[in-house]
C-alpha cells in the first residue's frame, strides 16, 4: 500500500534527513509498488514530495502541474523551509496570477533524483541503511514523469487541465504529452528543447567533474563520511549561472564594474563585481542543494531526446495528439535558443496538433521565464484562459 505521509520537520540544511523526511507533502510507495526506470532497474520503496496550492474541483478537470527546472523543488508557489525565501514561482502561481490558484488546483512535485523529500541519492538506501549515493539507479526526464503520474494516480486525478515548466521543466511537459496525451489537455514548455545539445551536454560535464574533482566527494559517498564537497559544488553552480543569463544583461547589471574597491589588486581576489556576484550565488547554492542530487539531475537532462524515443522522427511523439500546445521562448536565451523551440513547433505542425507559438523579447536569457517578464505573464493567462473555456471550466474572471 503507498501512504500519504506529511512529516514537518526543522531544517537543518540539505542532509539526509531533509530528503526522508521533507517539510512538504510525501507520499511513500513500498517494494511491492516499484518504479520502473528507463535504465530497467526496478526503484522500491520510493517515495515523492509535493505541493499543493488552491481547491481540486468536482470533477477534477481543473489541475495544473507545474514542473520545476533544474534545481528547483516543490516550493513553487511557498516559502522554501531550507532557505526561507518565497517560491521560485510565485510571480506565476498564486490568487489573481497568471496561474490562478482561485481557479485551478496547482500540483508541483520534487524530482526524482532531487533533494527535497523525493527518493534521491541523499535518500537512505534501505538495503545498506546508508544514502544512496551513487548506488541510486540514474533517472531520466521520462523516469520523472513517470513518478509524476503516480503521484496524479494517487491523488485520485485521471486527467491533468495544463502541464507547464521551464527549462527541464519544459522537458517535463513534453515529456508528459508524449508519454500520456490522453491525460493532459494543455502543454506548455517554455525555454526548453526536444532533446539536449552537445553544447549543454558539455556544460553540464563541466560541473559534474567539479563537484567529482573536490576532495570531499569521496566517491560520492560524502553523506556517510560526514563531509561535502561544497567547493566544486559551488563552482558547478557558477558555470551554470553563466548560462542562465545573456551577455546584454550581463553587462548591463556588473560591466567591469570593480567590487567594493578603487583599483586593480594585481591578485586573484574578486576584484570585478560580477566574480563576486558568482562566488556568493556559488556559496548560497551549496546550503540548499545536493551534489550527488546535482549530478543525477543534469545527466537526465543530458539523456533527454525525444527523437531517439520516437525512431528519429519527434512528429511521431506527437502523432494524433488532442493536446494543445503553448510553446514560448526568449529571444537572448543562448541555452535553449528559439531554434530549439521552432523544431518543436514544426513537429507539432507535422503532427496536425493544435500549437500556438510565441518568442518573447527577453534581454535577460535563459532565466527569463522566472523573472518579471509581462508579455509571459499575459501569453500563459490568455492560453490558460482559452483553454479553460475549451475544456468547460471557468476561467480566471468568470463564475463557477
Not at 350 to 365: K, L, P, T, W
Request: hydrophobic share 40%.
Amino acid at each position: 500500500m503507498n501512504a500519504e505521509t506529511p512529516k514537518p520537520t526543522k531544517s537543518e540544511g540539505l542532509k539526509a534527513s531533509e530528503s526522508e523526511s521533507p517539510s512538504s507533502k510525501l507520499v511513500q510507495f513500498s517494494a511491492d509498488e516499484p518504479l520502473e526506470l528507463d535504465s530497467g532497474a526496478k526503484l522500491g520503496p520510493w517515495q515523492i514530495a509535493y505541493e499543493t496550492y488552491g481547491t481540486l474541483n468536482t470533477d477534477k478537470s481543473n489541475t495544473v502541474l507545474v514542473c520545476h527546472a533544474l534545481t528547483g523543488d516543490q516550493y513553487v508557489a511557498s516559502t522554501n523551509p531550507v532557505t526561507g525565501k518565497p517560491g521560485w514561482w510565485s510571480l506565476m502561481v498564486g490568487p489573481g496570477k497568471p496561474i490562478d490558484t482561485n481557479h485551478y488546483f496547482v500540483i508541483c512535485a520534487n524530482v526524482l533524483g532531487g533533494c527535497l523529500g523525493t527518493t534521491g541519492p541523499a535518500t537512505v538506501n534501505p538495503a545498506t541503511g546508508n544514502a544512496y549515493g551513487l548506488d541510486l539507479p540514474v533517472v531520466t526526464i521520462r523516469d520523472m514523469v513517470r513518478a509524476q503520474a503516480r503521484l496524479v494516480d494517487h491523488l485520485g486525478i485521471d486527467t491533468l487541465f495544463a502541464v507547464i515548466g521551464g527549462s527541464m521543466g519544459g522537458m517535463q511537459a513534453l515529456q508528459w504529452a508524449a508519454s500520456y496525451p490522453e491525460r493532459v489537455f494543455a502543454s506548455i514548455p517554455i525555454a526548453a528543447a526536444a532533446r539536449h545539445t552537445s553544447q549543454n551536454i558539455a556544460f553540464h560535464e563541466v560541473g559534474r567533474q567539479a563537484i567529482m574533482a573536490d576532495p570531499n566527494w569521496r566517491s560520492g559517498n560524502y553523506i556517510q563520511e560526514d563531509v561535502r564537497p561544497t567547493k566544486g559544488l559551488a563552482v558547478a553552480r557558477m558555470a551554470a549561472h553563466v548560462t542562465y543569463m545573456s551577455d546584454e544583461s550581463l553587462h548591463q547589471k556588473f560591466g567591469r564594474n570593480l567590487q567594493d574597491r578603487d583599483n586593480l589588486t594585481f591578485g586573484f581576489d574578486a576584484d570585478f563585481q560580477i566574480e563576486s556576484y558568482l562566488r556568493h550565488q556559488g556559496m548560497t547554492f551549496v546550503d540548499r542543494f545536493d551534489a550527488n542530487s546535482y549530478l543525477y539531475v543534469t545527466r537526465a537532462m543530458d539523456y533527454f531526446d525525444l527523437t531517439e524515443e520516437f525512431n528519429g522522427s519527434l512528429a511521431n511523439a506527437f502523432k494524433g495528439t488532442d493536446t494543445r500546445f503553448c510553446i514560448m521562448s526568449f529571444t537572448s536565451d543562448w541555452l535553449f535558443p528559439t531554434s530549439e523551440s521552432r523544431s518543436v513547433v514544426k513537429a507539432l505542425n507535422a503532427a496536425a496538433a493544435n500549437v500556438s507559438f510565441v518568442e518573447i523579447d527577453s534581454d535577460r536569457g535563459h532565466d527569463s521565464f522566472l523573472l518579471n517578464v509581462p508579455e509571459m505573464f499575459e501569453t500563459i493567462s490568455g492560453f490558460l484562459t482559452g483553454a479553460a473555456r475549451a475544456r468547460g471550466i471557468p476561467a480566471p474572471g468568470e463564475k463557477t
